[in-house]
């Protein structure tokens, strides 16, 4: 079956072999095996259930949450010559029927459809009649309530599949998935150890860069200045901030779009096909973007303002390079975007869910941070299963500094944090530090502390900065709750005492004063 699935991979789509995690993750599923995949966005995880569908007899259900998505997926297959159709909302209940129709006379190979269309008795009754070749969960992520795009009916799907005769071999593909995620989908679709197919989560084209401490509006002109004719996305934190800095980059010229969910419907589809054609070269958008957008030479990310999680970020950046070749992610960081995150998470009205967002919500802000490889600190927050070196091209693998060692300072932070009752947040530790006379270090008596005004040479900036430097190292936790209380981890312990020392990149020559901890 192998050497068919081999053929298929030449005649249809012309490739001559197949890629990492490929070949196993077809082995498996034309074994019987319900089959994870979880392989980087561009990977290539279509023909894992293609290739499948179109060797073993009978209809491929494919589930797929975006209608944009599934009809890219069936124009790509229409072209290859291969029958497939997409069956949803977007459709009149008439054309609808017509489909379900020849989907039960099994006239295509693949048909897609969203979860929701599970949730009335009628699809599944028509399905049960069917000679069915695999059922596909793309983007099974989805599925579980640990992903961060949760879908109810995704999830309700699977119990409801289990009841019907003829079920076939299933299938699970995911470009994000954390261990937690990983487990989800196991248990759910009983897919076994073996049956897994990680390739890991590396884009080696992708470099990110952490850009701290410059006019946000400034940066960008002189990006898209220096990028004249490539294409790229800016994601904003809200409508108001795409709106605006799309007129602003328009009035200097460049051939800026947006698209957010204030939009029509029209409207936004207006701008995708535009950003598609390249008519657009840059557009600036909020999270609404994304998913179903099919642009492979998107050779650019900036993020404007820092995500609510690495999830997110991750996914949103990797739109970038997704033909294989190299794609820039950006973050421009201000502290400001920590609070409308917080804000955010806050005004979710699912209570449970607060404290597991404030958690991914402080690993995003370490990432900011954070001195180490941006790319492998992205890897180990994912669990990747395989080991990687520091990328070398990154912000922080390319920055220019030397090491200085910071012990002293640290255990002054750490002692300070200790003596407060490790009950505040990073911007009181640092005016204590800095000796600063306001009214709550009055109210707390905390000008009383041997460590008031023990850092008064460094800016309560610097200081501050420092505080989150130890966080993202993970010296300090901020807590879980609403407001960060800073708190001593079993690290810091070390570090108090001496048998730890603390080493930071100082920058070498630096104009920004702002980021330097080069304070001699
Ligand atoms: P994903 O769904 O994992 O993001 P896709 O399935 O859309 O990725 O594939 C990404 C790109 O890689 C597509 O353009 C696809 O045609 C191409 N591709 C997939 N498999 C192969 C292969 N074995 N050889 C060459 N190109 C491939
Ligand atoms: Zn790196």
Known sequence: MMEQAQRLLQTYYGFSSFRQGQEQAIQEVLNHNNTLAVMPTGGGKSLCYQIPGLTLPGTAIVISPLISLMKDQVDALNA????????????????????????????????????????????????????????????????????????????????????????????ALTATATQEVIRDIKQLIEVSDDSVVNTGFARENLSFRMIKGRDKRDFVQEY????????????????????????????????????????????????????VQDEVTTIIATNAFGMGIDKSNVRYVIHYSMP??????????????????????????SSQDIQLQRFLIDQSPVEEKKKEEYVKLQAMVNYCHTHMCLQQYILEYFEDPNAHEPCGKCSNCTHAGKEKDMTKEAQMVLSCVKRMGQSFGAGLTAKVLKGSASQKIKQFQFQNLPTYGLMSTYTEKQITRFIHFLTAEGFLTPGEGRYPRLQLTSKALTVLKGERPVVMLVEATTMDVEESYNLE
């Open 224 to 275: 898209l200045k220096n990028r004249p004719q490539e294409s790229g996305i800016i994601y904003t934190a809200t409508r108001k901030d795409a709106d605006q800095l799309q007129q602003f980059l328009s009035k200097q010229g460049f051939a800026a779009g947006k698209y957010h969910a204030g939009m029509s419907e029209n409207e936004r589809k207006d701008m995708q096909t535009k950003f």
């Open 80 to 171: 290859y010559g291969i029958s497939a159709t997409y069956i949803n909302s977007s459709l009149s209940t008439e054309e609808q029927r017509e489909r379900i129709r020849n989907m039960e006379q099994g006239r295509y190979q693949f048909v897609y459809v969203a979860p929701e269309r599970f949730d009335s008795g009628h699809f599944l009754g028509t399905i049960q009649r069917m000679q069915l070749s695999l059922i596909a969960f793309d983007e099974a992520h989805c599925i579980s309530q640990w992903g961060h795009d949760f879908r109810p009916s995704y999830r309700s799907i699977v119990p409801t599949l289990y009841q019907i005769p003829n079920l076939p071999v299933l299938m």
């Open 308 to 333: 609510m999680n690495i999830e997110s970020y991750y996914q949103e950046a990797g739109r970038a390079g997704r033909d294989g070749e190299p794609g820039d992610c950006v973050l421009l960081f």
